[in-house]
Each structure stands twice: as structure tokens, then as C-alpha cells.
């Protein structure tokens, strides 16, 4: 059996719907879901796929996430896939998470099977300002209205309804490719 285990850091929720949604898909194959400081050295040197996700923080991953990663072992052969939520309309304001996601998974010469992101509110209206601070433009200043009121209500049914699917096509592409390493296809 594949050895599956979601790990996730999320602050106020978002993230952590969309973790229960492909945990809800994968539960059947003993995937296991953990919060990013919950997981155990065993659970991650013993697993063949490992699915991450975790909120956009000032346009990177957050650092409690990043911890975890930078103490993964050499040479581990894990498949990976990713999700995230972010809440500004803009994707200079998280294109630069995805390029961490590439570097780690360049570093560790790992295969990433899939990114699954979507909208999630913005829930602590005060810190807005302090993100958007990292982009110096007029032509920004609205930024932190539609921010607000565009990323309201998400993660929302339809969402989640993806992040099901993209479950299911990871566990796809996972099957397919141990399939094939074992010669059964
Ligand atoms: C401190 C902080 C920094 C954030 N930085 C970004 C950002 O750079 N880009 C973005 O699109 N959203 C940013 N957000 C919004 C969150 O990524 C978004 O609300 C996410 O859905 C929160 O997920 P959670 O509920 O799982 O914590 C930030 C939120 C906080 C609180």
C-alpha cells in the first residue's frame, strides 16, 4: 500500500478545509492528515507521497512550514503535491511561493505530481496593509479593498469540490507510476 501523509499549516481555516476535502478522498488508501507541527520523523522518512499545503505568507511559505521542509532527510524519494490559499487578486502576491515549492523540489531532486490553489478570505483585515506594503504602487491602492471583498466566502463549495478532484488525479498519477515501477502495466 502507498503511504500518504497530508501535512498542513493553516491560521484561520482556509487551509485547513482544503486539507480535510483531500484527506476526505484519500482517507480510503491510509492517507494520513497531520498539522505541520503534529507530524513525527517516522511518518515523514516512511512515507511514499506527501501532500503539503499551507496558506501564502507574505507572498512565501510560511515559516512554520518551511521548518518542516528544511528538515527533511537527504535523499528521500517521496512523490509531492502541493495546496494553498491565498487571498489577494493579484498573482505577483503569491507567484513567488510556487517558485519556493520549485527549489525545494529541485533541491531534493523530488517528483511534484501536482499545485492545487484557490481563494481564501482574508480574515485578519488589519494585516492587510502590512502584505500589501511589500508592493510600492498607486496603482495598488485598491488592492486592499478587493482583497476583502473578492476573497469573501472562500474556500468555497465549488472549492472544495476541485480540491477533491485534484486528490483523485494525484492519487491517479501516483498509482499509475508504482504501477509501472513494479510492472504491473
Ligand atoms: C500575515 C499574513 C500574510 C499574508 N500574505 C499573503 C500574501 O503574500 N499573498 C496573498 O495572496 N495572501 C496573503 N495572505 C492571505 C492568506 O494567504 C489567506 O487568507 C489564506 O487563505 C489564509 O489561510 P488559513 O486560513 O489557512 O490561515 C496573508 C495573510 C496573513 C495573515
Given at each position: 500500500m502507498?503511504?500518504?501523509?497530508i501535512?498542513?499549516?493553516?491560521?484561520?481555516?482556509?487551509?485547513?478545509?482544503?486539507?480535510?476535502a483531500?484527506?476526505?478522498?484519500?482517507?480510503?488508501?491510509?492517507?494520513?492528515?497531520?498539522?505541520?507541527?503534529?507530524?513525527t520523523?517516522?511518518?515523514?522518512?516512511?512515507?511514499?507521497?506527501?501532500?503539503?499545503?499551507s496558506?501564502?505568507?507574505?507572498?512565501s511559505?510560511?515559516?512554520?512550514l518551511?521548518?518542516?521542509?528544511?528538515?527533511?532527510p537527504d535523499?528521500?524519494?517521496?512523490?509531492?503535491?502541493?495546496?494553498y490559499?491565498?487571498?489577494?487578486?493579484?498573482?505577483?502576491?503569491?507567484?513567488?511561493?510556487?517558485?519556493?515549492i520549485?527549489k525545494?523540489?529541485?533541491e531534493?531532486?523530488l517528483?511534484?505530481?501536482?499545485?492545487?490553489?484557490?481563494?481564501g478570505?482574508?480574515?485578519?483585515?488589519q494585516?492587510?496593509?502590512?502584505?500589501?506594503?511589500?508592493?510600492l504602487?498607486?496603482?495598488?491602492?485598491?488592492?486592499?479593498?478587493?482583497?476583502?471583498?473578492?476573497?469573501?466566502?472562500?474556500?468555497?463549495?465549488?472549492?472544495?469540490?476541485?480540491?477533491?478532484?485534484?486528490?483523485?488525479e494525484?492519487?491517479?498519477?501516483i498509482?499509475?507510476?508504482?504501477?509501472?515501477?513494479?510492472?504491473?502495466?
Amino acid at each position: 500500500m502507498i503511504k500518504i501523509v497530508i501535512i498542513y499549516h493553516s491560521k484561520t481555516g482556509n487551509t485547513e478545509k482544503i486539507a480535510k476535502a483531500i484527506h476526505s478522498e484519500l482517507e480510503r488508501e491510509g492517507a494520513i492528515l497531520k498539522k505541520v507541527d503534529e507530524v513525527t520523523v517516522s511518518e515523514l522518512t516512511d512515507a511514499d507521497m506527501v501532500v503539503f499545503g499551507s496558506p501564502v505568507h507574505f507572498k512565501s511559505i510560511p515559516i512554520k512550514l518551511l521548518s518542516v521542509i528544511k528538515k527533511v532527510p537527504d535523499r528521500i524519494q517521496w512523490k509531492v503535491a502541493w495546496f494553498y490559499t491565498f487571498s489577494i487578486p493579484d498573482p505577483d502576491f503569491h507567484a513567488g511561493y510556487e517558485k519556493r515549492i520549485q527549489k525545494f523540489i529541485d533541491e531534493y531532486k523530488l517528483e511534484l505530481l501536482g499545485i492545487f490553489k484557490c481563494l481564501g478570505e482574508f480574515k485578519e483585515e488589519q494585516l492587510v496593509n502590512k502584505v500589501l506594503t511589500l508592493r510600492l504602487s498607486s496603482k495598488q491602492q485598491d488592492l486592499g479593498e478587493r482583497t476583502l471583498t473578492e476573497s469573501k466566502g472562500h474556500p468555497d463549495d465549488s472549492e472544495i469540490e476541485q480540491a477533491k478532484r485534484f486528490a483523485l488525479e494525484i492519487l491517479r498519477k501516483i498509482q499509475f507510476t508504482s504501477h509501472k515501477k513494479y510492472g504491473q502495466i
